[in-house]
């Protein structure tokens, strides 16, 4: 079968397979994995191009660190440096040093023990992430627990690709020179430069010089995202080309991919380190709307090709030993991390939450195991079966999540105290477009001490802004899946600034219909441009100009000699009086046009307006003075 | 009686005494409470509005710390604006005729302050002049204060809670016509009803 007809049927099948899983409530990530089980062990559809496929697949891995980099802001990190050290660091390390226990007991050389529990005790970033959104879980105390250490294993990988060359220095002879036949047993194994065939610039080195290229090339990555990298965003953003600025997003992943695997290290860490590094550049929100949709389509094919990798033939011949092992190997992380979290002060169905989701072992297995292989570490007898028993443990933890969602949950809540969840700082606010009004709008909020994000499309005042300290964003704020990556979804407010009035109105039709629970505050164009807003879905809607002109109005009032109280009551009463205009008239007012109602109506109010006003410069009785001016002479009474 | 209790406070988030005895008073039933700067940010007061209010309400409670010896500013404003020649008093303005008032105020200083030889050298009643006055004017019945002293300490002390159920207490006997209104005005303050001579009440 060649490659696009077999891409045919795995995409057939996901389309398949995923929206039933996720219907049965299974989450997505088991549907991808049912439907490569089907496709492959099952009906036999694919077979042989599965490694082929999965190299490709594999890129999905690379970009989701690509994104996980991207939301790793060093300020972040470092507050929550407790969480991670201490609950992540444990994490891995008893884990590791258990793992590899056992497997020592097995009789594994140690080395090659200390390998698999490094590589086992990782667990899967991706389907814990994607079940903890889709399930909406992320803010419990155990969602926050688990997202720590799942980023402390991220972080961990890449001591680990620094530390596994040197594993390899007594290990299996053969091996590390990349061409030993242990990285091709097992699909995922040699997909990242060793075993390919081609020698990388990584074997002509002694051990002890890979260790030193891989801190090198680590240093190369960070300085030329800091010098290099960003100002040429910069330059295509000003192209204002979407579609090429997508295009620079992945050459920019592809590319760093490419680097790694000349060298011979692992592109997921390559581009980890790429995404830590722009993180806290203005074009971070741009990049993951951008690279989002590869990197989903992707792992979905990734999680295909682990399903349709399962060896059957494998697994009969010794079906209980391996679900044991895969079983053993749960309960063994899911031990470690109940622990921890009864430490680190998770109780009731956090701590379930947190010990039963994080039990599997990750993609990253898959990944590692590669270049455990191609280093020598591990030959194909350990990895093929391991590779189907990490396989397993994927599979099984949709099954844990459903456990813990039916079962255990429910009674944690009822039997146990849980403690009052921490309140969120004020909630935040989205400003789309920093133009003459939405920078007002944003320097009162951020001065006050809210978070705001900002997105805008021109990158010069952005470029501005972030000089002066604010945090705005490059992007086409109508651009959905930018609004999304903007966390809409979790904010409290949103504030639509446009200039353009038509792409205004767009917008805070999309933003109602997609996030109704959103507050909504519109900038109007004008007073029909209310009305429009109103029915797009805003929830207030306020003319740009409007205050500004009350405001000079009773500044030229002031200067030809009216006392400034007296201008300043005038335009109150103006305001009062064209805000009731507004709300009268917006029965009369349709979309077509204007109606001989609407302009019936217009016409009464300023009639009003300017009874109103003349009363106010000839009557005794002032609207807006009233209460201010003294009683009638001669009342009996006073 | 149908009730209408008045907030002026312009810092509620940061008020121990006042915003706790406004959401005391928003949960009882046949209270209505109005938060004064809440309602008109920009001192822009509704003055219409206003008036059918009072109209409609039997009692009108002004709840505020005390501020110079007087109220916060937007209670003045409202003065100014609502009580309108023609409607509160003058010839033909009778629409508060006979309605009861009175201030719930906090003070900073201690109760002993608040004697004819404390520092304030009067009662507090007669520093609150300015408002009995005001509802003479306006022909209303004007009781006595309800008032907290040393409110800056009443938490750390554990007298925000009793003052707290005291507030209740009153509002229920208000509501419910329990309170003797002639020994009320007559008394220096409401604050310990007994002692003031006001019908006994019972926790309601």
């Known amino acids: 079968m060649d490659l696009l007809a077999a891409g045919f049927v795995y995409l057939v099948a996901a389309v398949i397979a995923v929206p039933l899983a996720k219907r049965l409530g299974l989450g997505s990530v088991l549907g991808y994995l049912i439907a490569g089980v089907v496709i492959g062990p099952v009906l036999g559809v694919v077979g042989g191009e599965t490694v082929d496929i999965q190299h490709f697949a594999e890129f999905g891995v690379v970009m989701m660190l690509f994104l996980v980099g991207l939301e790793l802001q060093p300020a972040m990190l470092w507050r929550m440096r407790a969480q991670l050290l201490g609950l992540g660091g444990m994490q891995v390390l008893g884990s590791a040093v258990l793992i590899a226990a056992a497997a020592l007991v097995f009789g594994v050389a140690w080395q090659a023990s200390l390998a698999l529990g490094m590589i086992l005790a990782l667990s899967s970033t991706a389907i814990v992430l994607q079940t903890l959104g889709e399930k909406g879980l992320m803010p419990t105390a155990g969602g926050k627990g688990s997202f720590s250490v799942l980023l402390t294993q991220d972080i961990a990988v890449i001591p680990m690709l620094a530390l596994m060359p040197l594993l390899a220095v007594n290990a299996v002879a053969g091996g590390h020179d990349g061409h030993g036949d242990s990285g091709h047993g097992a699909p995922a194994a040699d997909a990242h430069g060793h075993g390919h065939g081609a020698p990388t610039l990584f074997d002509t080195l002694p051990d002890w010089a890979q260790a030193v290229a891989v801190l090198l090339i680590i240093g190369g990555i960070i300085v030329a995202g800091r010098t290099v990298i960003r100002p040429v965003f910069r330059f295509i953003a000003e192209a204002r080309l979407r579609e090429i600025f997508t295009a620079a997003a992945l050459m920019l992943v592809i590319g760093i991919a490419l680097l790694m695997n000349y060298v011979g290290l692992s592109p997921a860490l390559g581009t980890f380190l790429a995404g830590v590094v722009l993180s806290d550049s203005e074009y971070r929100h741009e990049l993951e709307s951008d690279i989002e949709p590869f990197k989903g389509l992707l792992l979905g094919l990734f999680f295909i090709t682990v399903g349709a990798g399962i060896d059957f033939q494998l697994l009969l011949s010794n079906p209980v030993g391996l679900v044991g092992l895969a079983l053993g190997l749960m309960a063994l992380k899911a031990g470690v991390l109940y622990v921890l979290g009864t430490g680190f002060g998770l109780r009731g169905a956090d701590r379930w939450l947190f010990s039963l989701g994080l039990a599997q072992a990750g993609e990253f297995a898959f990944v590692l195991f590669g270049f455990a292989a191609g280093a020598g570490i591990l030959g194909a007898e350990v990895i093929k079966p391991m590779t189907l028993v990490v396989a397993l443990t994927m599979l099984l933890t949709p099954l844990l999540f459903i456990l813990y969602e039916k079962v255990l949950a429910p009674r944690a809540v009822r039997t146990e105290d849980r403690a009052a969840d921490e309140i969120d700082e004020a909630g935040s606010i989205v400003v789309a477009g920093i133009g003459r009004v939405g920078q007002i709008i944003t320097r009162m909020l951020v001065t006050n001490g809210h978070k705001v994000t900002v997105l805008d499309h021109d990158p010069e005042t952005i470029e501005n802004l972030s000089r002066i300290g604010f945090r705005a964003y490059y992007g086409d704020a109508t651009r959905p899946d930018l609004l999304h990556s903007a966390g809409l979804e979790d904010a409290k407010l949103f504030i639509a600034a446009l200039d353009d009035r038509e792409k205004q109105t767009e917008l805070v039709h999309h933003v109602a219909k997609t996030y109704p629970q959103v507050t909504i505050h519109a900038r109007a164009h004008d007073r029909h441009h209310v009305y429009e807003l109103e029915r797009a879905g805003a929830h207030l809607a306020q003319r740009e100009t409007f205050e500004g002109a009350l405001a000079m109005g009773r500044d030229a009032m002031t200067a030809i000699g009216y006392h400034p109280f007296r201008a300043e009551a005038a335009s109150r009463t103006f305001r009062n009086h064209d805000r009731e205009a507004l709300d009268g008239l917006r029965e009369s007012w349709n979309e077509g046009g204007v109606s001989k109602s609407y302009i019936d109506a217009m016409r009464a109010h300023s009639q009003t307006l300017f009874e109103l006003m003349k009363a106010d410069r000839h009557d005794t009785h002032d609207r807006s003075e009233r209460g201010w001016t003294p009683p009638p002479k001669g009342d009996a009474s006073l | ?204």
């Open chain 2, 1 to 204: 009686m149908k009730a209408l209790v008045y907030l002026a406070h312009p810092r509620p988030d940061r008020s121990e005494i006042n915003a706790p005895m406004f959401e005391a008073a928003r949960g009882i039933e046949g209270i209505t409470c109005v938060d004064l700067y809440g309602e008109y940010p920009s001192f822009e007061i509704d003055v219409d509005h206003e008036q059918q209010r009072i109209t409609e309400h039997d009692a009108i409670v002004f709840l505020h710390p005390l501020y110079w010896y007087s109220a916060p500013a937007m209670l003045k404003e409202w003065q100014d604006l609502v009580l309108e020649h023609g409607f509160a008093y003058g010839h033909a303005g009778h629409a508060l005729d006979g309605k009861v008032t009175f201030n719930a105020v906090t003070c900073g200083a201690a109760a002993e302050a608040y004697t004819p030889e404390g520092a304030n050298g009067a009662h507090l009643r007669d520093l609150l002049m300015p408002f009995e006055k005001t509802a003479d004017l306006c022909r209303m019945r004007y009781l006595a204060p309800f008032a907290l002293f040393g409110a800056g300490r009443a938490v750390e002390e554990g007298r925000d809670q009793p003052h707290l159920a005291e507030w209740r207490t009153l509002l229920k006997a208000l509501r419910d016509d329990r309170l003797d209104i002639a020994a009320a005005r007559a008394a220096l303050s409401l604050n310990g009803f007994k002692a003031a001579g006001v019908a006994k009440l019972e926790a309601v």
